[in-house]
């Protein structure tokens, strides 16, 4: 059989500079269009001030997530960091260096092949405006 791929760009606009959301139904939306059973999925952040990630969903622990990476990054006084000329963000890169790039999930028989509690979140550092995760799907 031959190997099929498909690609697709998931676009966010957060409110917010720093939120969570669970992009597991879009990812599965991709899943369901490219037809692939068997194989596997990268979903990525494009952007250097988010991450794409997998943990459980559960509002506590993003808070916690949230106040952990304030305290590791936090966004002021802005003037500590030295990326911050003419931007304010550095906080957000080290948050996305935290949080990391990229989820790869397995697919076995045309589902993501997910632990029980696991969700695909794409976290934000840097909101406020457009921003974009790949979803690159790669099988048979
Ligand atoms: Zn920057």
């Given at each position: 059989m031959p190997m099929k791929h498909y690609r697709k760009e998931l676009w966010f606009h957060v409110p917010s500079r720093m939120a969570f959301m669970n992009i597991t139904a879009q990812v599965d939306e991709c899943l369901s269009e490219s037809g692939v059973r068997e194989g596997l999925v990268l979903v990525n952040a494009m952007h250097i001030t988010a991450s794409v990630f997998i943990n459980d969903d559960e509002r506590g622990l993003h808070h916690d997530y949230e106040v952990w990476l304030e305290k590791l990054a936090?966004?002021?006084?802005?003037?500590?960091?030295?990326?911050?000329?003419?931007?304010?963000n550095a906080d957000a890169h080290m948050k996305r260096q935290i949080m990391g790039r990229e989820v790869v999930v397995a697919i076995t028989s045309g589902r993501l092949?997910?632990?029980?509690?696991e969700q695909i979140f794409y976290g934000e550092f840097d909101g406020r405006r457009k921003k974009r995760v790949l979803v690159k799907i790669i099988g048979e």
């Amino acid at each position: 059989m031959p190997m099929k791929h498909y690609r697709k760009e998931l676009w966010f606009h957060v409110p917010s500079r720093m939120a969570f959301m669970n992009i597991t139904a879009q990812v599965d939306e991709c899943l369901s269009e490219s037809g692939v059973r068997e194989g596997l999925v990268l979903v990525n952040a494009m952007h250097i001030t988010a991450s794409v990630f997998i943990n459980d969903d559960e509002r506590g622990l993003h808070h916690d997530y949230e106040v952990w990476l304030e305290k590791l990054a936090p966004y002021e006084p802005t003037g500590q960091y030295r990326h911050n000329v003419g931007e304010k963000n550095a906080d957000a890169h080290m948050k996305r260096q935290i949080m990391g790039r990229e989820v790869v999930v397995a697919i076995t028989s045309g589902r993501l092949d997910l632990g029980p509690w696991e969700q695909i979140f794409y976290g934000e550092f840097d909101g406020r405006r457009k921003k974009r995760v790949l979803v690159k799907i790669i099988g048979e």
